[in-house]
C-alpha cells in the first residue's frame, strides 16, 4: 500500500481552504460530498482544528489546474475526478476518495508525485471482510472460489493470505478474456462452496452479471458480491461501502489530517454496509439473518 506523506498541521483556528472536486452530474459524487460537509460541520460543532472553507468544484472545470494557488487541500470524488487532480500535478496535500484500489495504483504508477502529501481512500472492501461475510452467510462452507481478471488479479496476494487466515480452501480461476467466464465459472462451482466476487469490470459488467449469478445459484452456489446491486440482481449478500459512509470516512480521515499533521496511509474504510439477499439464501437453505446482525457480527471478527 502507498505510505502518505506528511505535512505540518495547519495552526488552530487559521482559514483552510478544501476543494471537492468531482462530477457535478454523478448523484453518488454529489451524495458523497454531501456527506462529507454534513460530518463536518457535526465534528466542528463544538470547535474544530481550523475554520473550514469548502468549495466544490466540477471535474471539467479549469480552476482545477489552478488549485496550487486557491486551496489549501483537495479532495477528489471518484475515479474521473481522481484522474484530472493527478495528472494536473498539483503540488498541495490531496486525499483521493471513492476510487478502486485498482484505479488508485494505477495512478500511483503514473502520475502522482511520491514527495507531495496525499493519500486515498478505497471505494472496495477488504477480501479478508468478504470472506468474514462469507463465513457467516454459509457457516458450514470450507471452500471458496474466486474469478480473477487483469484487474482484481493485483488482489491474489491477499486472497491467498486473507483465505488462509479465515481457513478457508481457496480455488482461483484465472479469467483471460470473456469466453472464459463460463467455462471457468462452471469447473469452480464444482469445487466451491461459495463464491466470491471481487471488482472486475472484465468479469462482472452488464452483460454477465446475470448469467454468472444464475449459473452459481442453479448450482446451490451462493455468491458472495461486493455492491447493493449484486445482491439484489441475485447474490447471496454483498459487503460494499455507501456514498454516504464515504463521505463519513473521508471526514475522519481530514479531521485526523489536521489533528496529526500527517494523512493516514492509502487503504480501505472502516465504514461498511451489508446487503442480503433473503428469498437467494433461503432457496438456498442458508440460515437467514438481518443485515444489521450481519453487520455488527462482521464489525466484531475483524483482524
Not at 134 to 144: C, F, G, K, Q
Request: net charge negative; proline share 5%.
Amino acid at each position: 500500500m502507498v505510505a502518505s506523506s506528511s505535512s505540518g498541521a495547519p495552526q488552530s483556528g487559521q482559514a483552510y481552504r478544501i476543494g471537492l472536486v468531482g462530477d457535478q452530474d454523478s448523484g453518488p459524487v454529489a451524495t458523497v460530498m454531501a456527506s462529507l460537509e454534513q460530518a463536518l460541520s457535526e465534528m466542528c460543532s463544538e470547535g474544530c482544528p481550523v475554520d473550514l472553507r469548502l468549495s466544490r468544484l466540477d471535474v471539467q472545470s479549469e480552476i482545477v489546474d489552478q488549485a496550487t494557488h486557491r486551496w489549501d487541500l483537495i479532495v477528489t470524488v471518484g475515479s474521473r475526478a481522481a484522474q484530472r487532480v493527478a495528472q494536473s500535478a498539483i503540488s498541495i496535500p490531496t486525499l483521493y476518495a471513492f476510487l478502486p484500489e485498482a484505479a488508485w495504483r494505477a495512478l500511483s504508477d503514473c502520475c502522482i508525485a511520491s514527495d507531495t502529501p496525499h493519500t486515498a481512500l478505497f471505494i472496495d472492501q477488504p477480501v479478508w471482510r468478504h470472506l468474514i461475510l462469507a463465513r457467516l452467510i454459509d457457516p458450514a462452507a470450507s471452500r471458496v472460489g474466486v474469478l480473477l481478471g487483469e484487474v482484481s488479479g493485483n488482489r491474489q496476494a491477499a486472497l491467498i493470505e486473507s483465505a488462509a487466515w479465515a481457513g478457508f480452501e481457496l480455488h482461483i480461476a484465472h479469467v483471460e478474456n470473456a469466453g472464459d467466464i463460463g467455462p471457468k465459472l462452471r469447473q469452480l462451482v464444482k469445487q466451491s462452496d461459495v463464491i466470491l466476487a471481487l471488482p472486475d469490470p472484465d468479469i462482472y459488467n452488464r452483460k454477465t452479471i446475470y448469467s454468472i449469478l444464475l449459473t452459481s445459484y442453479s448450482a446451490q452456489v451462493p455468491v458472495i458480491g461486493y455492491s447493493r446491486a449484486m445482491a439484489e440482481a441475485g447474490a447471496a449478500a454483498a459487503v460494499h461501502a455507501t456514498p454516504e459512509l464515504v463521505g463519513r470516512e473521508v471526514a475522519r480521515y481530514l479531521y485526523s489530517y489536521w489533528q496529526t499533521g500527517s494523512m493516514p496511509a492509502a487503504g480501505f474504510g472502516k465504514l461498511f454496509s451489508v446487503t442480503t439477499n433473503r428469498d437467494v439464501m433461503r432457496s438456498l437453505r442458508l440460515p437467514v439473518q438481518t443485515e444489521d446482525a450481519l453487520q455488527r457480527l462482521m464489525e466484531r471478527e475483524s483482524p
